[in-house]
C-alpha cells in the first residue's frame, strides 16, 4: 500500500524559512504529479505548488517567488522550501500525488495527513 508522510511543519517567525519534505512508501513504479496544498480552518485545501513530468513548476499566486517545489525521483520525494515566510501562510500543508503502484495499469492519487506550519507576526 502507498502511503504518503510529511514532515518539516514548525513554528518559525516572519520572514523566516522553512523546507516540508513528503516520502512516499511502497511498491511506487512511477510518480507523474506531485504537489503540495494548504488548508485553512473550515476551508477548503488549496493548491500551492504542483511539479509534473515534462512541465515546470506552477505555483498559486500567493507563494510565487516565496515557495520553490522539487522533487527526488530516486526516493520518491518531494520538497516545497518556502522562505519570507508570513503569517498568512499558516495553515496545515498536505502533500499529494498522481502515482502508479507496481502490477497496476491506472493512476492512483494519495494524500499524506499533513503537517502544521505557523507563521508567527
Known amino acids: 500500500q502507498v502511503q504518503l508522510v510529511e514532515s518539516g511543519g514548525a513554528l518559525v517567525q516572519a520572514g523566516e524559512s522553512l523546507k516540508l519534505s513528503c516520502m512516499a512508501s511502497?511498491?511506487?513504479?512511477?510518480?507523474?504529479?506531485w504537489a503540495w496544498y494548504r488548508q485553512y480552518p473550515g476551508q477548503q485545501r488549496e493548491a500551492v505548488a504542483t511539479l509534473s513530468k515534462g512541465f515546470e513548476p506552477d505555483y498559486a499566486d500567493s507563494v510565487a517567488g516565496r515557495f520553490s517545489i522539487s522533487r527526488d525521483t530516486g526516493r520518491h520525494a518531494v520538497y516545497l522550501e518556502m522562505s519570507d515566510l508570513r503569517p498568512d501562510d499558516t495553515a496545515d500543508y498536505f502533500c499529494?500525488?498522481?502515482?502508479?503502484?507496481?502490477?497496476?495499469?491506472?493512476?492512483?492519487?494519495?494524500w499524506g495527513r499533513g503537517t502544521h506550519v505557523t507563521v508567527s507576526s
Open positions: 499529494y500525488a498522481v502515482l502508479r503502484p507496481y502490477d497496476y495499469d491506472d493512476w492512483q492519487r494519495t
Open positions: 511502497g511498491d511506487i513504479f512511477e510518480i507523474k504529479t
